[in-house]
């Protein structure tokens, strides 16, 4: 069975401080691969996503960067944090030969001060 | 670009129906879904629908679906208390990026 792990699940760190999360995926190959950032009370916005190893599609312009050094590895970077960067990140993964659904992590939860 | 839209808050009482709406714009969607995301965890999905259905139940869950009104709404049966958390829906094509709602908090009262 597949199985999805990010970590850590909580952090926190001053601003300006540098950030990296990791998400692995067992089980499959190939698989597509996101971060999610879920801001407090707000809903789930695309920040990254890779088709496959060293591809990655960024959604919207911000302070944060992805990678995919392994096929079933992705991570989320940043260079210096900003208080915005605050949120809920997650991670997911989807086959392309299925219906489209995402499996997602657990979560990271990011605390900026 | 693709819009999808919920409401924010719904309260039901233990036992009874829970009807969670929502509006898409993109008219291409082939598949429909819905997420349950517990406090703290990640999403789940709970359940999906082609675009060519107009219904699809599984136990205490009932999917509709409106195409010609881009509305789709999941109804849970005998709401339960367990069942409180943020409900999201999601539309998109096979292979392709989802597009999520802002998502719905269903909190149930005792």
């Known amino acids: 069975s597949q199985t999805i792990h990010q970590w850590p699940a909580t952090l926190v760190q001053p601003v300006g401080s540098p950030l990296s999360l990791e998400c692995t995926v067992e089980g499959t190959s190939n698989p597509n691969l996101y971060w999610y950032r879920q801001a407090a009370g707000r809903g789930l916005q695309l920040l990254f996503y890779s088709v496959g190893i060293g591809q990655i599609s960024s959604e919207v312009p911000q302070n944060l960067s992805a990678s995919r050094p392994q096929d079933r590895q992705f991570i989320l970077s940043s260079k210096k944090l900003l208080l915005s960067d605050s949120g809920f990140y997650l991670c997911?993964?989807?086959?392309?030969?299925?219906?489209?659904?995402?499996?997602f992590g657990e979560g990271s939860r990011l605390t900026v001060l | 670009g693709e819009d999808v839209e919920q409401s924010l808050f719904l309260s039901v009482r233990e036992g009874d129906s829970s009807v969670i709406n929502c509006t898409y714009t993109d008219s291409s969607s082939t598949y429909l879904y819905w997420y349950k995301q517990e406090p703290g965890a990640g999403l789940q999905l709970l359940t999906y629908?082609?675009?060519?259905?107009d219904m699809k139940q599984d136990q205490r869950l009932t999917v509709l679906l409106n195409k010609k009104d881009k509305h789709l709404s999941l109804r849970i049966a005998d709401t339960q208390t367990g069942d409180s958390a943020i409900y999201f829906c999601a539309e998109g094509e096979a292979g392709n990026m989802l597009t999520f709602g802002g998502g719905t908090r269903l909190m149930v009262k005792p």
């Open positions: 629908i082609f675009s060519n259905m």
């Open positions: 997911a993964w989807s086959w392309w030969e299925n219906t489209g659904e995402l499996f």
